[in-house]
């Protein structure tokens, strides 16, 4: 009786074996259909060296900095209009009175955050295309979050007159110092750069011999099989330096994970290798 209840035990797993091979064929022969052969098309030729690569970049960065500049100062420009308005330096037919002195102040304010925004956004596109040195930790920074600083600009002078303002009621001037402060937070953190990369970084990154990309994005892969690549037919294909000129700033981080692994399974260290030139 044992006998047979362990030949049915063995019968059965030997089945959910097959059953699970089974489905692992069926899923590699699904994944062959769906994988997607890439067309290459070869862009460009290799800059002769870091000179010319850094004044590639800045031309092409140099359009977003005027952006960002003409942005910032249309946002202080709507700051000293809410100022004005504020303290009743400025008045039009309908903002002699409440609500329409308040909801003038307020969208000056509100005008004065979407520039700061946008002007930010445009900063940290060029720094990305051009990116400060780290040699001075401080210009660094400073080049990075240039947005942060103005951010300030475009606020704190408005909090400052509004609480120093004697003719404001005292809910007044609680609103226009809540309103103001919540926009300051919030133009901040925008203008604030989370992940800068440096002019050392993106120099180094000339070192790799071919890349890839494709037609949309700000992303460079050293491999043509990523997984980021798997929707993606057309392929442009062509140095780092070239990829770099085309506005793909930065390497894909699972290529740059894979290299890294690779060059540990081989015994590389990656940071032992010269910088490229």
Same mark, same amino acid.
């Given at each position: 009786?044992?006998?047979?209840?362990?030949?049915?035990?063995?019968?059965?797993?030997?089945? =959910?074996?097959?059953?699970?091979?089974?489905?692992?064929?069926?899923?590699?022969?699904?994944?062959?259909?769906?994988?997607?052969?890439?067309?290459?098309?070869?862009?460009?030729?290799?800059?002769?060296?870091?000179?010319?690569?850094?004044?590639?970049?800045?031309?092409?960065?140099?359009?977003?900095?005027?952006?960002?500049?003409?942005?910032?100062?249309?946002?202080?420009?709507?700051?000293?209009?809410?100022?004005?308005?504020?303290?009743?330096?400025?008045?039009?037919?309908?903002?002699?009175?409440?609500? /329409?002195?308040?909801?003038?102040?307020?969208?000056?304010?509100?005008?004065?955050?979407?520039?700061?925004?946008? /002007?930010?956004?445009?900063?940290?596109? =060029?720094?990305?295309?051009?990116?400060?040195?780290?040699?001075?930790?401080?210009?660094?920074?400073?080049?990075?979050?240039?947005?942060?600083?103005?951010?300030?600009?475009?606020?704190?002078?408005?909090?400052?007159?509004?609480?120093?303002?004697?003719?404001?009621?005292?809910?007044?001037?609680?609103?226009?110092?809540?309103? =103001?402060?919540?926009?300051?937070?919030?133009?901040?953190?925008?203008?604030?750069?989370?992940?800068?990369?440096?002019?050392?970084?993106?120099?180094?990154?000339? /070192?790799?011999?071919?890349?890839?990309?494709?037609?949309?994005?700000?992303?460079?892969?050293?491999?043509?099989?990523?997984?980021?690549?798997?929707?993606?037919?057309?392929?442009?294909?062509?140095?780092?330096?070239?990829?770099?000129?085309?506005?793909?700033?930065?390497?894909?981080?699972?290529?740059?994970?894979?290299?890294?692994?690779?060059?540990?399974?081989?015994?590389?260290?990656?940071?032992?290798?010269?910088?490229?030139?």
């Amino acid at each position: 009786m044992a006998t047979q209840k362990n030949s049915a035990a063995e019968e059965a797993a030997k089945k =959910a074996l097959a059953a699970v091979n089974a489905k692992k064929a069926a899923e590699k022969k699904t994944a062959e259909k769906t994988k997607v052969e890439h067309t290459y098309t070869q862009v460009g030729q290799q800059s002769s060296n870091k000179e010319e690569l850094l004044a590639v970049t800045r031309k092409n960065a140099l359009p977003f900095r005027i952006g960002a500049i003409v942005c910032w100062v249309l946002a202080i420009a709507c700051e000293i209009m809410a100022i004005l308005i504020f303290v009743h330096k400025v008045e039009f037919s309908f903002t002699t009175e409440n609500p /329409g002195w308040t909801i003038a102040w307020i969208v000056a304010l509100v005008l004065d955050l979407a520039f700061l925004i946008v /002007g930010s956004q445009l900063w940290k596109k =060029a720094n990305h295309l051009d990116p400060a040195s780290k040699k001075n930790e401080f210009l660094f920074w400073l080049q990075n979050n240039l947005g942060v600083i103005v951010a300030a600009f475009a606020f704190i002078p408005f909090i400052i007159l509004v609480l120093l303002d004697k003719n404001a009621s005292k809910q007044s001037k609680m609103i226009a110092t809540i309103v =103001a402060v919540v926009a300051l937070l919030v133009g901040g953190l925008t203008s604030y750069d989370f992940n800068p990369i440096s002019q050392e970084e993106m120099l180094d990154a000339v /070192g790799v011999e071919t890349v890839y990309w494709t037609a949309s994005g700000t992303v460079f892969h050293a491999y043509d099989d990523c997984s980021h690549l798997n929707h993606s037919v057309e392929l442009m294909t062509g140095t780092s330096t070239t990829a770099i000129e085309k506005g793909k700033t930065r390497l894909c981080k699972t290529c740059e994970a894979r290299a890294e692994k690779e060059a540990e399974a081989a015994g590389i260290d990656l940071t032992d290798l010269p910088a490229a030139q």
